[in-house]
């Protein structure tokens, strides 16, 4: 069992950044994917960006060019930096952990989620 906690949400004025952090229990190597998603009230659950073990990133088009996802090791924490924030961008921000098991298919982990609320 992973446990992911969030934290660096808040308000903001639309321009402006913020880095949510993501630590897990254990060592994020271990992981498959790491990701993030958020939801805004009303909407679904959409994916914001991944980052897997070996390193590869991917980007909702919504935010490519202003979020960066990262991770340090040593911390067993993963970041998303997001710069140029959008009132858009509202919402509550979730870490996810996927470990694929053989012969049983992904596991899926969640936090508790942030919010991040931005003001235009």
């Known amino acids: 069992q992973v446990q992911l906690v969030e934290s660096g949400g808040g308000l903001v004025q639309a321009g402006g950044s913020l880095r949510l952090s993501c630590a897990a229990s254990?060592?994020?190597?271990?992981?498959?994917?790491m990701a993030w998603f958020r939801q805004a009230p009303g909407k679904q659950r959409e994916l914001v960006a991944t980052?897997?073990?070996?390193?590869?990133?991917n980007y909702a088009d919504s935010v490519k060019g202003r979020f960066t996802i990262s991770r340090d090791n040593a911390k067993n924490t993963v970041y998303l930096q997001m710069n140029s924030l959008k009132p858009e961008d509202t919402a509550v921000y979730y870490c996810?952990?996927?470990?694929?098991?053989?012969?049983?298919?992904?596991?899926?982990?969640w936090g508790q989620g942030t919010q991040v609320t931005v003001s235009s």
């Open positions: 996810n952990a996927v470990r694929y098991v053989l012969g049983t298919g992904p596991l899926n982990y």
């Open positions: 980052l897997t073990s070996g390193g590869s990133t």
């Open positions: 254990e060592n994020i190597f271990s992981i498959n994917v």
